[in-house]
């Protein structure tokens, strides 16, 4: 091999070792021959719709309303304008001084009524027993609940590293994922770990956002306080460190052949 074939070899196994490819990069991919060739403006697969609902767990952070037609010198669930104010303009530095905290026995203490069992239910759920026990002490009283601390932390090759407040309790890892900037372009998205709390266990599950049976997945929608930790990919090094003074090695590699190349012809 003379140093020409070996100069152009190794640029060639340089650029090779830094690519990331179509298949590392894109989201929820199907096993399609060409998709050039699909069907337009049709539906190429459908999925049944996940039912998934959250449940309210101990150290969650509750929003409870009670409105009612009844005085408000009489209204004995009512907390005042300012709480009123401060749910309106909620966000993630006053979500855990306002709203009702959900004890370690997943309870929840209101006046008269005492504590009042929660865990475990949804939203909706503890809205209408809530509404039960409103029915007997106002007039026309209605109840509105919303979860105001569920959360997922994303960190690694993401664009916004961080911890994600979420106003919706249902909420996929795609959507959760855009809500965070999205992933890097070197993000390893086929070996994401996912760290989740279950039944006072921790449990420690990988996922694969690039097949698109994902979907399917129990880990599809973000649960409370879930970690997600992005790994990156091998070419990582490559495009970071190296990538940048490519040109420099080459050029200082063209220039080495060079000078041994005369060398040769001298002798």
């Not at 069992?117 to 109840?143: C, F, H, I, R």
């Amino acid at each position: 091999m003379n140093n020409k074939t070996l100069f152009f070899a190794l640029s060639i196994a340089l650029l090779g070792t830094s690519c990331v490819t179509n298949k590392k990069y894109v989201l929820l991919q199907k096993d399609d021959v060409n998709v050039a060739d699909l069907p337009k403006d049709t539906v190429v697969r459908s999925y049944d719709r996940q039912n998934y609902e959250y449940r309210i767990q101990p150290e969650d952070n509750i929003s409870v309303r009670f409105e009612s037609l009844t005085p408000q010198e009489y209204d004995i669930f009512n907390r005042g304008v300012l709480n009123q104010q401060m749910n309106q303009n909620l966000n993630a530095n006053n979500a855990l001084l306002i709203g009702e905290l959900v004890d370690p026995r997943g309870e929840v203490f209101f006046p008269v009524l005492g504590k009042v069992k929660v865990a475990g239910l949804t939203v909706y759920e503890v809205q209408d027993k809530l509404q039960t026990l409103a029915d007997q002490y106002l007039e026309s009283p209605v109840v509105k609940v919303r979860l105001i601390n569920f959360r997922f932390t994303i960190l690694g090759e993401a664009k916004q590293e961080g911890t994600v407040l979420l106003s919706n309790n249902r909420v996929n890892y795609i959507e959760a994922i855009g809500l965070a900037g999205g992933l890097t372009d070197l993000a390893d998205k086929q070996n994401i770990k996912l760290i989740r709390q279950v039944d006072g266990k921790t449990e420690v599950r990988y996922l694969n956002l690039l097949k698109e049976d994902f979907i399917n997945s129990p880990e599809y929608f973000v649960h409370q306080n879930d970690i997600l930790i992005v790994p990156a990919l091998r070419q990582r090094p490559y495009q970071t460190y190296f990538g940048k003074n490519l040109s420099l090695v080459l050029s200082s590699l063209s220039l080495l052949l060079i000078t041994i190349t005369l060398i040769n012809s001298t002798k």
